[in-house]
């Protein structure tokens, strides 16, 4: 009997023991920092990973993440700068922009994080902060800084702002980022019209300037053409000129050595141009001077009986 009511205290303390070292003894693990609590209030920060200990059933440990988390900032509009060229109006009201952001922080003092917003209220706190950043730089920002020119240094000065305002709350900003950056949907139309009207009337001065270059070339190529003929033009006529004098010497040349072959010659040459098919119509002699080849081929005229030449006359 003594030894059944021996064996049960000892279950009991056993299993006591169990509890106080399960209560006492916890881990931090390597992407975790604890907070150890007392009846509510704070009395320890562990950052290092490992095993610790706390007072059973009076101290209770809130586990913080250390790795970098991130919090999403909605699809909001914002007004930014009127100084841009994008403007379809051109007034002085700022453009609206509808923008989609998102931050990275950690938490580097886990005491401040909890006494200021806790587990629970941290994201939301943040994203009000970012929000707030967000139309702080933005609305000193013109369209196209924010689409095209300045968009990397916008960014790192809404992340030291915001990083700024997350520092009494125990939390360090490591990155702010704009995913998305548009018109809303009624001003995106008006500018896609107006830079589509932009675009044709750019490609309407393209082709201007294409048809002007097109007639300088074509006139330019007119211009050496007409040089060109002219320069042939002359060269064929000295050529001509200088074959029509050789020609002529040659013709000269036979006229001397041979009057009377040149005679027929000029003759024969005229008997073809005159009988060759036309209009025109020769009324002549048989026995005229222009035939003399026709009745005696040395050409010499019919003589009378004096010995002078007997030439045609009337009948």
Do not use: C, W
């Amino acid at each position: 009997m003594r030894l059944s009511l021996a064996g049960g205290v000892i279950a009991i303390l056993l299993i006591v023991a169990v509890i106080v070292g399960y209560s006492t003894l916890f881990t931090v693990n390597q992407t975790q920092q604890a907070l150890v609590v007392r009846l509510g209030k704070p009395v320890r920060v562990i950052t290092d990973p490992g095993l610790n200990t706390k007072v059973p059933f009076i101290d209770s440990v809130i586990y913080i993440d250390k790795r970098i988390l991130s919090v999403e900032s909605p699809a909001q509009e914002v007004i930014a700068s009127s100084q841009d060229n994008y403007r379809p109006g051109g007034d002085q009201a700022g453009e609206r922009l509808v923008v989609d952001a998102f931050a990275r922080y950690r938490i580097v003092d886990p005491l401040k994080y909890y006494q200021t917003v806790g587990p629970a209220g941290a994201d939301s706190q943040l994203s009000i902060l970012l929000n707030s950043a967000l139309r702080r730089v933005l609305g000193a920002a013109t369209l196209s800084d924010v689409v095209r020119d300045k968009r990397d240094e916008l960014m790192a000065k809404m992340r030291d702002q915001l990083d700024r305002d997350a520092r009494p709350f125990g939390i360090q900003v490591v990155d702010v980022r704009i995913r998305r950056a548009d018109l809303p949907e009624q001003n995106s139309q008006a500018v896609y019209q107006r830079m589509q009207t932009e675009r044709q009337r750019e490609a309407a001065e393209f082709r201007a300037q294409g048809s002007q270059k097109s007639q300088e070339i074509r006139a330019r190529a007119d211009r050496d053409v007409t040089v060109l003929l002219a320069d042939a033009t002359s060269h064929a006529e000295q050529i001509r000129g200088q074959g029509d004098s050789e020609r002529n010497r040659i013709f000269a040349d036979a006229f001397t050595r041979d009057p009377d072959f040149f005679a027929f010659y000029r003759s024969m040459q005229a008997y073809e141009k005159s009988m060759q098919h036309g209009d025109t119509r020769l009324v002549l002699k048989p026995d005229s001077d222009f035939f003399r080849f026709f009745a005696n081929p040395s050409g010499q005229l019919p003589t009378d009986a004096s010995g002078a030449p007997k030439l045609a006359g009337p009948k």
